[in-house]
């Protein structure tokens, strides 16, 4: 490296300490809503199964995929790609494609566990606002990544350009980051609707909201970390 740039890794180095830190406390509360989301599908719901005959256990797939897979992978790779400083900006670039790539993978199967358990129940599709909001978020998400990938990775678009582009590209992953959250936390009310009209007991309700509170958190503290690295 040479001069100038090791006095500008050295200028920022505060900055990628604060957004280290934080990116702890985001993996904290990421890992606590994993364990969480377990508990509760495994202990409370009867299971997680994509192929069983057990409508319960099919749409558990649903919410574990969508968080565990596809908001939690999301959450890694804007946190890769801004905090991993020893990493070299083509490996960051390259982490970061992959792991939202992996996220859309599992998102499209935690979908169609959704899609799956209605035609199971007989129930109609699309018809809350929670699976409106995640369905657009999914799709756009989808965009997203292509634009990425044809901008920053295989295109052969002009340094200038891919200057532009890159705000756009970084406040539609947090603003789409943000609505996956909305539509995390609205799936979680509808769910919790539902079951009050059960045997739920009500400290099934209380991990429900500890859960909602952990996934929020997680995004919060996933923000301040890419928002704090973001001019670095």
């Known amino acids: 490296m040479d001069m100038d740039g090791s006095i500008e890794t050295r200028r920022h180095l505060p900055r990628y300490r604060n957004a280290s830190r934080l990116t702890i406390v985001a993996h904290l509360f990421g890992s606590l809503a994993f364990f969480l989301m377990l508990v509760w599908l495994l202990h409370f719901r009867e299971g997680i199964e994509y192929d069983s005959d057990n409508p319960a256990r099919v749409f558990n797939t649903h919410p574990f995929l969508m968080f565990c897979g596809f908001i939690y992978l999301v959450g890694q790779a804007m946190m890769v790609y801004k905090t991993l400083i020893m990493w070299d900006h083509k490996v960051q670039k390259i982490a970061h494609m992959v792991l939202h ?30 699976s409106w909001i995640g369905l657009i978020t999914f799709c756009l998400f989808g965009l997203q990544w292509l634009f990425g990938l044809w901008t920053f990775m295989v295109g052969r678009m002009e340094a200038r350009r891919r200057a532009i582009m890159l705000p756009w590209h970084v406040c539609g992953g947090k603003g789409l980051f943000m609505m996956g959250i909305c539509a995390a936390l609205t799936g979680l009310m509808e769910r919790q609707t539902i079951l009050a009209g059960g045997t739920s007991s009500q400290s099934e309700f209380r991990l429900i909201n500890f859960l909602g509170l952990s996934i929020l958190i997680f995004a919060i503290f996933v923000d301040l970390t890419v928002s704090l690295a973001r001019y670095v």
């Open 101 to 130: 790539l992996m996220a859309l993978c599992l998102g499209i199967a935690g979908i169609c566990a959704a899609f799956k358990f209605h035609d199971m129940r007989g129930i109609q599709d699309l018809t809350s606002l929670h």
